[in-house]
């Protein structure tokens, strides 16, 4: 088994309308075999610049490299791509369409009709391969997108908001089918909204906002990023620790405070004044990337 | 590249389905001929279209049903009773039986004597004859009921005029023969024969009805199946995979194969029905122009083809289609229009401007003594002017494709960015 090596970066991807800066000097690699979640709220830039990545928007500044050399159209052909909003041919029946579709990123015909057929059974969809697209509920129209851009086993996915519109069990059908491409090496570059499941699945992420990248890296990197928080209990009051040095106290609700702690030894310092006044938790905070989010958006 | 299977998946995978175990066929990222490709689907999917194939097949239906009403009202005898009450006018029906039956149409004319003049009215009254003739002493005439059959009505007049004449003419003491020598006039046409004239203009029109109709539905065809891309965004799917003049360059061929198709597929049964009926005899003269209608229609089919893609990637909604599609619309109403009504030097003219070109210049060729160069250089206007409008079609149709939201024109379309 031949592990796929390929990176996919962008390297300060630039793109205006008109006077607006879309995307501002964005910089990013998405590792092989990794999956890399793109937040950012509406309008920050993350569908201008999935669509350069995918050649379909014309780069002004910048460049995309596919394993470390700019990338061509044959290159992005192999990738799969699933665009913001949803397309297929409504009218056509979905094996039928997937087969073309497998056809022009250069599966034979056979070929294309069979891998349709097994992913579509997959999902649960293999007695509807003659049914046209519009009869399908939105959900199932929705499998049938992810198919077409997962039938030609890609390179690389490139996947604008894949999530949207599906049922749980959908969700992680779809999770079990992209976890199989990563395994093989192929980078998975995906948006979302819903950051709780950006945690789950992500191995690193890219904060975007107004155009600019806000933060990038591996999960852990960018929980370790900023100073360590603690979470601190002393009843009935933890209102001292204001007055301890070292401490920034960023709440204090009662018993309990959230601190950060700055300076070698101020945790040991801290911890033996807190144990005479009845310390009942001293717990490290491990921020959820929702938190990471809102800190580098804020 | 990689290839992949999935019989070494690390642990923690989740459990493959059984059918699972075989590798996605990995595949080889460019297609060779993707036009080829999406020609094969719009051929494909509008031949398994329910509507293309009813309209197609009614429309052989009444193509089947019109030759064979005309052959079936061409060839219906008639049989003609005419009531008399003399023998002369008993020889006078017999004879025009030879001017009746001339024509090969198979028809008769029969005398049946009655016993007087009423009797001979109310025979044609009452619907038992067809007319009547009779002497009045100082001449004949010919009864009907409500009307009396032209060609009978000739027939018996010509021979009555020729017997009173021969009669007259032995009184006299000559013969008709003497009296007529040097009267005969014969017809002759330079150039083809009596009887093709009406059918040269049949064809005319049927070539100029055929190129209207197929080029306007055909190309509603184009302009609906880009517009259904756009529109859906498949566009954008498709423009990762191959590029978007690929698209344009297979949606082109593909409509004009199927235009292409259809018209030849109504030829051909029209043609072979002809035959077999007998409607016209010698179809040779219409194979021919019919020949260069079909060169001329895929030439002007393939330049407007261009033409309609383009009107579909500015479009927005189907409506915008209606608007847009009327100057395109007209022309082709003006290639049906001169085909119909132009004449003399305004159809050579015509038959040299592409698009109308397509129906005057087969019309032409159907009057015969067209020199064989003109409908070439006329075709090669044609093909010149097709693949003009393909490379600035192209142009504006990568543009637009991609651009959502309002309808465009032709000018905003070429100011955008690829």
């Known amino acids: ?298 | 590249m990689s290839t992949s299977t999935s019989t070494t998946a690390p642990t923690g995978a989740p459990t493959p389905a059984p059918e699972d175990t075989h590798a996605p066929a990995a595949a080889p990222g460019v297609v060779k001929n993707p036009w080829l490709v999406v020609t094969t689907r719009e051929v494909v999917v509008k031949l398994t279209d329910r509507n293309f194939i009813v309209s197609t097949l009614v429309t052989l239906a009444l193509i089947i049903v019109g030759v064979g009403a005309s052959a079936y009202f061409g060839n219906r005898t008639a049989d003609h009773t005419v009531a008399v009450v003399s023998t002369e006018a008993t020889a006078v029906v017999d004879a025009s039986q030879a001017i009746v039956g001339a024509d090969d149409s198979g028809d008769t004319v029969t005398a049946q004597e009655v016993a007087d003049e009423d009797a001979a009215r109310q025979a044609v009254r009452d619907g038992d004859a067809d007319a009547a003739l009779l002497d009045t002493g100082e001449g004949w005439v010919i009864v009907g009921d409500e009307e009396v059959d032209s060609g009978l009505a000739g027939a018996l007049t010509d021979t009555l005029a020729a017997s009173v004449l021969e009669a007259n003419a032995t009184e006299a003491g000559t013969t008709t023969a003497e009296l007529m020598a040097g009267s005969e006039v014969t017809t002759e046409l330079l150039t083809g024969d009596e009887g093709q004239a009406g059918l040269r203009y049949a064809a005319g029109t049927i070539f100029a009805f055929l190129f209207y109709f197929s080029a306007i539905i055909f190309g509603m065809a184009i302009a609906n199946s880009v517009l259904e891309e756009k529109q859906n965004r498949v566009v954008e799917i498709l423009a990762t995979a191959i590029p978007v003049r690929q698209l344009l360059y297979g949606k082109v061929l593909g409509n004009s194969i199927l235009a292409f198709g259809q018209i030849a597929i109504y030829a051909i049964v029209a043609l072979v029905a002809v035959n077999i009926t007998g409607v016209a005899s010698d179809l040779g003269w219409l194979l021919g122009a019919s020949g260069w209608f079909i060169v001329f229609f895929v030439g002007g089919f393939t330049a407007l083809a261009a033409v309609w893609a383009v009107l579909g990637s500015l479009a927005s909604r189907s409506e915008d289609l209606q608007s847009n599609t009327g100057p395109i619309t007209t022309v082709i109403m003006a290639a049906l229009f001169v085909g119909l009504l132009a004449d003399g030097m305004w159809l050579t003219i015509a038959s040299y401007v592409p698009i109308v070109s397509s129906v005057a210049m087969p019309i032409r060729v159907l009057d015969g003594s067209v020199p064989v160069w003109e409908p070439l250089v006329s075709l090669a206007v044609t093909v010149v002017t097709a693949y003009l409008l393909l490379r600035l079609g192209e142009k504006v149709y990568q543009r637009a494709v991609m651009q959502g939201g309002t309808a465009l024109t032709w000018r905003q379309a070429l100011k955008l960015e690829v």
Not at chain 1, 12 to 35: I, Q, S
Not at chain 1, 128 to 145: A, P, T, Y
Not at chain 1, 182 to 198: A, C, K, N, T
Not at chain 1, 260 to 272: H, M, S, V
């Open chain 1, 1 to 298: 088994m031949s592990q796929q090596t390929a990176s996919l970066e962008v390297r300060n991807l630039t793109r205006t309308f008109g006077d607006k800066t879309a995307v501002d000097d964005v910089t990013f690699t998405v590792e092989p075999g990794k999956m890399t979640g793109f937040v950012g709220a509406n309008g920050a830039g993350k569908t201008t610049t999935m669509r350069m990545i995918m050649g379909v928007l014309v780069v002004h500044g910048g460049e995309v490299l596919w394993d470390g050399r700019p990338i061509t159209a044959a290159d992005r052909a192999r990738f799969g791509y699933m665009p913001e909003e949803r397309g297929l041919y409504p009218k056509q029946g979905i094996l039928d369409q997937l087969t073309y579709l497998g056809q022009l990123r250069g599966m034979t015909r056979k070929d294309a009709a069979r891998e349709a057929t097994r992913m579509l059974e997959r999902f649960g969809l293999g007695d509807r391969l003659k049914d046209k697209l519009e009869s399908l509920s939105l959900g199932n129209q929705q499998r049938v997108q992810i198919t077409a851009s997962l039938l030609h086993a890609p390179t690389a996915l490139v996947l604008d908001e894949p999530f949207s519109g599906l049922d749980p069990v959908a969700v992680d059908s779809m999770v079990d089918l992209l976890r199989d491409r990563l395994r093989e090496g192929v980078p998975v570059l995906f948006s979302s909204h819903q950051l709780d499941l950006v945690e789950r699945l992500c191995d690193s992420l890219v904060v975007l906002s107004d155009g600019k990248i806000m933060a990038a890296g591996t999960r852990e990197e960018l929980k370790s990023r900023g100073p360590r928080r603690y979470r601190v209990a002393t009843p009935p009051d933890a209102g001292w620790l204001r007055d301890e040095p070292g401490v920034r106290v960023v709440d204090v609700d009662g018993a309990h405070a959230v601190l950060e702690l700055e300076g070698e030894g101020t945790q040991a310092r801290l911890l033996e004044r807190a144990v005479p006044r009845g310390l009942t938790e001293f717990t490290p905070l491990v921020p959820s990337l929702t938190d990471i989010y809102r800190e580098v958006t804020r």
